[in-house]
Each structure stands twice: as structure tokens, then as C-alpha cells.
T-cell receptor, first 113, second 114 residues
Framework: KNQVEQSPQSLIILEGKNCTLQ??????????LRWYKQDTGRGPVSLTI?????NTKSNGRYTATLDADTKQSSLHITASQLSDSASYIC????????????FGRGTQLTVWP | IAGITQAPTSQILAAGRRMTLRCTQD?????MYWYRQDLGLGLRLIHY???????GKGEVPDGYSVSRANTDDFPLTLASAVPSQTSVYFC?????????????FGEGSRLTVL
């Protein structure tokens, strides 16, 4: 079954601290792995996109890693800020160019001052 | 820079009524999508269009229809709304296929069916 599982479901950290969000996927044939940030009441915004041959990709304080062998990805947030409070969604792509995306349920991150 | 514009932002309607959610993009993207987002679930694909004049069914198409008369517009219609269609609906677009490049989302339309 093609699916994406994220952990933890929710996380609270203090401002300035680092954190890592996890994603496991069972999508096949695997094409790409994406992380999105969704602020409350807004649409998702892309953070990173990695193909199956990439291991890591950064976007400012966000660094995503991918292990296609173990079907795992992580999103590391460095020096968290209050504006990082959001839901972070992991998405796995299956198939060719016109394939399908599978969305995780998201990790709700809250950053406290 | 508008990107993707959705309307209405929110709507409450009675069960059995017809409703059209509007979506317009100004990026000249070929592909457009409609997703619904429910609490505790990941985004689920309702319908998609890879290019103007073509549409396809996604994961949860029942009760919904779409049309793609031109590149910019991709309306989603609920012919006879039911309470289970209460959700937040997101329109999205990409330059090529969904697995090729960036996927851009609108800000969503919150629909409540009573």
C-alpha cells in the first residue's frame, strides 16, 4: 500500500532550539520526496524537493535528508524561530512525470518563546 | 504576483445545494489539481487536469466535477452538496507533471455543508 507516515504527530520546542521531523514512506516506484510548510489557515508552501538520487537538500535553516534504501526522510530545523510554528507535511511522489503524490498527515510544530 | 487565487475563501451552504469553487492561476502552468484536507488526514486528490481540455479523476472524485476550458481556470463543482463534503479545498498547479517540478497551492476554500 502506498502511504506516508510522519512522526511525531506534534512537537513543542523552545525558540532557538533545533528539531528533527521524521517521515517514512512505502511509495513505489518512488520518484521524489518533498517537504511542505503549512501555516494555520494558509496553503502549503514548498520547502524542499529531492529526487531518489539525492541525499540532502537545504533551504535556509531547513535541511532535508533522504535515504531511499530505508525509505526514510527527515527535516531538520536549525535555530528555530516563532515563525516556524506550522504543520510540516512530507510528500512522496510515485511513478513518472504524470504520476501521483502521497501526502503525510503532517507534524504540528509549536515554537515557544 | 498572484499565483493561484481561490474563491470563495469560506462558504456555508445547505445540503443539496450546488456549489462551485473557483480557481485561477496566472503562471501559465499546464497542470492543475484540486485537493481536500480534512482534520487528521493528509491532502487527498479529487480531480486533476494535465493540460487545458483534459481532466482526470483522483483519489476521491465522487460527488465532484471539474472542467478545464482554458489554461488559467479550473473550477470545482459540487452538484448536490452533502455534509461529508465539509472540508478545506486547495487548488494547486505545476508547470509540468506533478512529479516534475514545484507544486504551488492556493490559500484554500473552507466549505461547511449543513
Amino acid at each position: 500500500k502506498n502511504q506516508v507516515e510522519q512522526s511525531p504527530q506534534s512537537l513543542i520546542i523552545l525558540e532557538g532550539k533545533n528539531c528533527t521531523l521524521q517521515c517514512n514512506y512505502t511509495v513505489s516506484p518512488f520518484s521524489n520526496l518533498r517537504w511542505y510548510k503549512q501555516d494555520t489557515g494558509r496553503g502549503p508552501v514548498s520547502l524542499t524537493i529531492m529526487t531518489f538520487s539525492e541525499n540532502t537538500k537545504s533551504n535556509g535553516r531547513y535541511t532535508a535528508t533522504l535515504d531511499a534504501d530505508t525509505k526514510q526522510s527527515s527535516l531538520h530545523i536549525t535555530a528555530s524561530q516563532l515563525s516556524d510554528s506550522a504543520s510540516y507535511i512530507c510528500v512522496a511522489g510515485r511513478g513518472s512525470t504524470l504520476g501521483r503524490l502521497y501526502f503525510g498527515r503532517g507534524t504540528q510544530l509549536t515554537v515557544w518563546p | 504576483i498572484a499565483g493561484i487565487t481561490q474563491a470563495p475563501t469560506s462558504q456555508i451552504l445547505a445540503a443539496g445545494r450546488r456549489m462551485t469553487l473557483r480557481c485561477t492561476q496566472d503562471m501559465r502552468h499546464n497542470a492543475m489539481y484540486w485537493y481536500r484536507q480534512d482534520l487528521g488526514l493528509g491532502l487527498r486528490l479529487i480531480h486533476y487536469s494535465n493540460t487545458a481540455g483534459t481532466t482526470g479523476k483522483g483519489e476521491v472524485p465522487d460527488g465532484y466535477s471539474v472542467s478545464r476550458a482554458n489554461t488559467d481556470d479550473f473550477p470545482l463543482t459540487l452538484a448536490s452538496a452533502v455534509p461529508s463534503q465539509t472540508s478545506v479545498y486547495f487548488c494547486a498547479s505545476s508547470g509540468e507533471g506533478v512529479n516534475t517540478g514545484e507544486l504551488f497551492f492556493g490559500e484554500g476554500s473552507r466549505l461547511t455543508v449543513l
